[in-house]
């Protein structure tokens, strides 16, 4: 008897979910339903993107208008008001050596302010972290060597005071001192917290070019997403994506002008502020180092040679070999800044005819006429005509101190509510893209 086996049903193979749900998907979104219904998505992710990005982007370059440019501004500030300081109180003490005896009240305070403001914008400097390592170095050295340079005045003039000629030693030792370490680690810290000026200031006027391509990509999306619909309907306009591409096209327009208006009002503060007080500021130092030089040349009592090279040569860098240049050129300067520049020039050009008398006095054996014609407190006196000189560059720099501040402000107000302004329009963008399709979808239930 033959025994029937019976084969096993045979089942279909199972679906794999995976194929299963792509298949679903596949139908879900064949056909003008499923096509806006992944256009929806695609503009709101888009709109998103691009106001985020957007807002983001203000933000961040509104901070560094109002903290890094800024802050860098009034670092720089301090680092010359520093280097200016030192120079003037290194000035100051060789003609108040020059008096003999006990030097002048006005003298004196003027050194000890001199003195005070280099050790509070040194403070400040420090305080706000001015510039990198090499910054932090600089303030390091200054620190070490103001008590140093300070000892040696007050030895010198101590000295002075009892008439003992080997205060004059002293005095240039202190004048070496200035020079040789504390003027360039102040010229040092100068050019670090000048180039975090110039590199925030970059930043801050960098154009939003991810933001604005998205914007660009947002409002093409748009397009194509309404010709399909016109194409698709018989229908010329879709209002809600009508409302989303203006909106898609004023947050393009305000990112980028507003980038553009921020960035050209950084430019002129570099190029009508804080460059053009960097240059002011360096003829008022190279004004006050001759001015120390012409003293310390008289303090020398005919060893004084190098000194009077030193003058030339700052008198050269202020005013130009032939006293018509140098620093004191206007060149684009506004006519506030070329009418100070012109006083200044004026009076550097009388400051070296009065220089040549003093010298002239000197080499005749006139020592005393020679010290009275340097410092005394006539109008044609070379501490006089130099005291004119550095007022109407005070002036110059102050003023274009105040047009970088105003260019700043400026920088900041064309940037002030633009992080909320594009997030609104980005929620109205996104809203009239998904209004405006989902009424389309409603005709297909």
């Known amino acids: 008897m033959t025994t029937l086996v019976r084969e096993p049903a045979t089942r279909a193979p199972a679906v794999a979910p995976v194929a299963r749900l792509r298949r679903r998907a596949a139908g879900r979104f064949r056909g003008t339903p499923g096509r806006l219904v992944l256009a929806t998505a695609a503009l709101v992710v888009l709109g998103l993107a ?49 008096t003999g005896g006990v030097e002048p009240v006005a003298l004196r305070e003027r050194y000890q302010a001199d003195i005070a403001d280099a050790a509070a914008a040194l403070a400040v400097v420090s305080g706000g972290g001015a510039g990198d390592g090499r910054g932090a170095n600089a303030v390091a050295r200054i620190a070490a060597q103001l008590p140093v340079y300070t000892g040696l005045v007050e030895t010198a003039r101590v000295y002075n005071r009892q008439g003992v000629p080997v205060g004059g030693a002293y005095l240039r030792e202190a004048s070496g001192v200035m020079r040789e370490r504390l003027l360039p680690a102040a010229q040092e810290l100068y050019d670090a917290v000048s180039a975090e000026l110039d590199e925030a200031r970059d930043d801050a006027g960098a154009f939003p070019w991810f933001a604005v391509a998205l914007g660009v990509l947002t409002i093409a999306a748009l397009v194509v997403v309404q010709r399909f619909l016109t194409r698709r309907t018989n229908r010329v306009f879709n209002v809600g994506l009508v409302v989303a591409t203006v909106a898609a096209v004023a947050v393009v327009l305000w990112l980028g002008l507003s980038a553009l208006v921020a960035a050209g009002r950084l430019e002129a503060s570099h190029d009508r502020g804080s460059e053009e007080v960097a240059r002011l500021a360096d003829a008022r130092i190279a004004a006050l180092q001759a001015r120390a030089d012409e003293s310390l040349t008289l303090v020398a009592r005919g060893n004084g040679q190098a000194f009077e090279t030193d003058y030339d040569k700052m008198m050269d860098r202020l005013a130009g070999d032939d006293r018509s240049g140098g620093l004191l050129v206007a060149g684009d300067a506004d006519a506030s800044t070329r009418d100070a520049l012109a006083a200044a020039l004026t009076e550097a050009r009388n400051w070296d005819s009065a220089h040549k008398q003093v010298r002239q006095l000197d080499n005749d054996g006139q020592y005393a006429q020679a010290v009275t014609a340097s410092v005394g407190g006539e109008p044609t006196s070379t501490a006089s005509i130099a005291g004119r000189l550095d007022e109407r560059l005070g002036a110059a720099i102050e003023h274009n101190s105040e047009v970088f501040r105003q260019e700043v402000r400026g920088a900041g107000g064309s940037l002030a509510g633009a992080d909320i302004g594009i997030g609104l329009l980005a929620t109205l963008l996104v809203l009239g893209a998904a209004i405006g399709i989902q009424r389309r979808l409603a005709e297909y239930r």
């Open 50 to 98: 691009t106001g985020v990005a957007g807002a983001v982007g203000v933000r961040q370059r509104a901070d560094l208008v109002d903290g890094a440019v800024a802050r860098s501004g009034e670092l720089t500030v301090a680092a010359q008001q520093l280097y200016r300081a030192l120079s003037d109180a290194d000035a100051t003490a060789a003609s108040a050596f020059l």
